[in-house]
C-alpha cells in the first residue's frame, strides 16, 4: 500500500450562523465551505482558485484552526486529525504551519521592528525560548537574506519597506519557524505585476531548497497554474474541477473552470463553445437544491436543478463535479 499524502483534507463543511437582529433570531446560514477535499503531498503546492466568496480564506483559516469546522478532517505529516488536537498539542504542531496572507500592509504590526516580526513565530515556537537577542537578530538578518532583502534592515519598521518588500518580509516570518507547510492566500494580488513574477520566483525557489508543501490561493487562474503542481477550482464552497496544474490548463472540462480560462488574458475568446453566463454566484444562504453554477451554466439539463453532482475522476488524477461529459 502506498503512503498516505503529507495532508489530506476531507469533507471540509463550514456554516456561518447569520447574526440575529435585534428583534429577531435568524437561523440561516452562510453556506462557505460545503464539503472541501483535497490532498498534497511533500514539496508539492495545491492551488485553490475560484471567485470572490467561493470559499478559499474560509478553508485557509479552517486548516490554520483560526475557526473551527462544523465537519470535516485534516490529516497532516502523520497526525490522523488536526482538528481534533487540543490547544496544548496543537501549539506544538503551529510552527508546522505558517501562513502568508494578501495584504502585506495589514499582515505585519506597523510598531514592531523587522527582528521582531520576521522571529514572531520561532518565539512563540516550543523549545526556542532560550534563544538570546542577538541570536534572534543573526537569525533575522538570515532570513532577510533569503528572501532578497538586506540583513542590516532588522532595525526598521515596516513603512521603511515597498508592498513587495513586505510581502518578502511576510514570508521571512513565515520561514522562521522552519514550517513543513505553509498557507499563501492571494499572495500576490495586492502587488504590481512586475513584482508578483519575483514574489512568485521566491516561493518556488524556496520550495525547490526546503520542500514546503504550499495551499496556495488566488483568483487569478494564470498566477496558480504558474506555481501549482494541482489545482482545485472552487464554486460556491464546493470543489467543482480538479487536477493536475498542466492537465487543468489544456483539458479544462466543467464549465467553470472554462468560463474562468476564457477570461484569462490572451485567452478571451479561445474557447469554441459558449463558456456560461459571467453573471453572480449563488446567494450563500438559500444554495439552489441542485447544481450552484445551474444559473450560469451552458450546458445545464434537468437533473442540475435536482441534485448536486459528485465528484468523479473523468481520466486519471483527474476529477469533475457535472452530470455533462465534458
Ligand atoms: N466570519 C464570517 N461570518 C459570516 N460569513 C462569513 C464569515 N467569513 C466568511 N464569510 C462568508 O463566507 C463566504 C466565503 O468567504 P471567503 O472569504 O472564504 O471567500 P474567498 O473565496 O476567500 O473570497 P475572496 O476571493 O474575495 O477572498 C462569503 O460569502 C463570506 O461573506
Ligand atoms: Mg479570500
Same mark, same amino acid.
Given at each position: 500500500m502506498s503512503n498516505p499524502p503529507f495532508i489530506q483534507v476531507n469533507g471540509l463543511v463550514k456554516h456561518f450562523p447569520l447574526k440575529a437582529g435585534l428583534f429577531s433570531r435568524s437561523t440561516e446560514k452562510v453556506h462557505a465551505v460545503n464539503g472541501v477535499g483535497f490532498a498534497i503531498e511533500k514539496g508539492q503546492t495545491h492551488g485553490l482558485v475560484g471567485e470572490s466568496g467561493s470559499g478559499k480564506t474560509t478553508t485557509a483559516r479552517l486548516l490554520l484552526r483560526v475557526i473551527e469546522p462544523d465537519s470535516g478532517s485534516f490529516s497532516f505529516d502523520g497526525v +490522523?486529525?488536526?482538528? *481534533?488536537?487540543?490547544p496544548a498539542q496543537l501549539k506544538k504542531l503551529r510552527r508546522q504551519m505558517q501562513y502568508i496572507f494578501q495584504d502585506p500592509y495589514a499582515s505585519l504590526n506597523p510598531k514592531m521592528q523587522i527582528r521582531d516580526i520576521v522571529t514572531e513565530p520561532l518565539r512563540y515556537a516550543e523549545g526556542a525560548k532560550k534563544l538570546s537577542s542577538a541570536q534572534l537578530n543573526g537569525i533575522a538578518e538570515e532570513l532577510l537574506e533569503r528572501v532578497g532583502l538586506s540583513g542590516g534592515d532588522t532595525g526598521k519598521y515596516p513603512h521603511e519597506f515597498s508592498g513587495g518588500q513586505r510581502q518578502r518580509i511576510s514570508i521571512a516570518r513565515a520561514l522562521s519557524a522552519k514550517p513543513s507547510f505553509i498557507v499563501c492566500d !492571494? +499572495?500576490? #494580488? #495586492?502587488?504590481?505585476v512586475s513584482i508578483q513574477s519575483q514574489i512568485l520566483n521566491l516561493l518556488l525557489d524556496i520550495q525547490q531548497a526546503t520542500g514546503i508543501s504550499y495551499l496556495f490561493i488566488a483568483h487569478n487562474l494564470a498566477v496558480v497554474f504558474y506555481l501549482s503542481d494541482y489545482v482545485s477550482v472552487m464554486y460556491a464552497g464546493r470543489i467543482v474541477e480538479a487536477g493536475p496544474s498542466r492537465v487543468l490548463s489544456l483539458r479544462a472540462r466543467h464549465p467553470y473552470t472554462k468560463l474562468l480560462l476564457d477570461a484569462m488574458p490572451g485567452n478571451r475568446g479561445a474557447q469554441r463553445e459558449p463558456t456560461g453566463d459571467a453573471g453572480e454566484p449563488p446567494n450563500l444562504i438559500r444554495l439552489p437544491a441542485g447544481c450552484a453554477f445551474y444559473s450560469r451554466? +451552458? =450546458? =445545464?439539463? !434537468? *437533473?442540475c436543478a435536482r441534485e448536486v453532482p459528485a465528484l468523479r475522476e473523468v481520466e486519471s488524477s483527474h476529477f469533475m463535479a457535472c452530470f455533462e461529459q465534458g
Amino acid at each position: 500500500m502506498s503512503n498516505p499524502p503529507f495532508i489530506q483534507v476531507n469533507g471540509l463543511v463550514k456554516h456561518f450562523p447569520l447574526k440575529a437582529g435585534l428583534f429577531s433570531r435568524s437561523t440561516e446560514k452562510v453556506h462557505a465551505v460545503n464539503g472541501v477535499g483535497f490532498a498534497i503531498e511533500k514539496g508539492q503546492t495545491h492551488g485553490l482558485v475560484g471567485e470572490s466568496g467561493s470559499g478559499k480564506t474560509t478553508t485557509a483559516r479552517l486548516l490554520l484552526r483560526v475557526i473551527e469546522p462544523d465537519s470535516g478532517s485534516f490529516s497532516f505529516d502523520g497526525v +490522523p486529525d488536526v482538528f *481534533q488536537l487540543a490547544p496544548a498539542q496543537l501549539k506544538k504542531l503551529r510552527r508546522q504551519m505558517q501562513y502568508i496572507f494578501q495584504d502585506p500592509y495589514a499582515s505585519l504590526n506597523p510598531k514592531m521592528q523587522i527582528r521582531d516580526i520576521v522571529t514572531e513565530p520561532l518565539r512563540y515556537a516550543e523549545g526556542a525560548k532560550k534563544l538570546s537577542s542577538a541570536q534572534l537578530n543573526g537569525i533575522a538578518e538570515e532570513l532577510l537574506e533569503r528572501v532578497g532583502l538586506s540583513g542590516g534592515d532588522t532595525g526598521k519598521y515596516p513603512h521603511e519597506f515597498s508592498g513587495g518588500q513586505r510581502q518578502r518580509i511576510s514570508i521571512a516570518r513565515a520561514l522562521s519557524a522552519k514550517p513543513s507547510f505553509i498557507v499563501c492566500d !492571494e +499572495p500576490v #494580488s #495586492s502587488l504590481d505585476v512586475s513584482i508578483q513574477s519575483q514574489i512568485l520566483n521566491l516561493l518556488l525557489d524556496i520550495q525547490q531548497a526546503t520542500g514546503i508543501s504550499y495551499l496556495f490561493i488566488a483568483h487569478n487562474l494564470a498566477v496558480v497554474f504558474y506555481l501549482s503542481d494541482y489545482v482545485s477550482v472552487m464554486y460556491a464552497g464546493r470543489i467543482v474541477e480538479a487536477g493536475p496544474s498542466r492537465v487543468l490548463s489544456l483539458r479544462a472540462r466543467h464549465p467553470y473552470t472554462k468560463l474562468l480560462l476564457d477570461a484569462m488574458p490572451g485567452n478571451r475568446g479561445a474557447q469554441r463553445e459558449p463558456t456560461g453566463d459571467a453573471g453572480e454566484p449563488p446567494n450563500l444562504i438559500r444554495l439552489p437544491a441542485g447544481c450552484a453554477f445551474y444559473s450560469r451554466c +451552458p =450546458r =445545464r439539463g !434537468e *437533473q442540475c436543478a435536482r441534485e448536486v453532482p459528485a465528484l468523479r475522476e473523468v481520466e486519471s488524477s483527474h476529477f469533475m463535479a457535472c452530470f455533462e461529459q465534458g
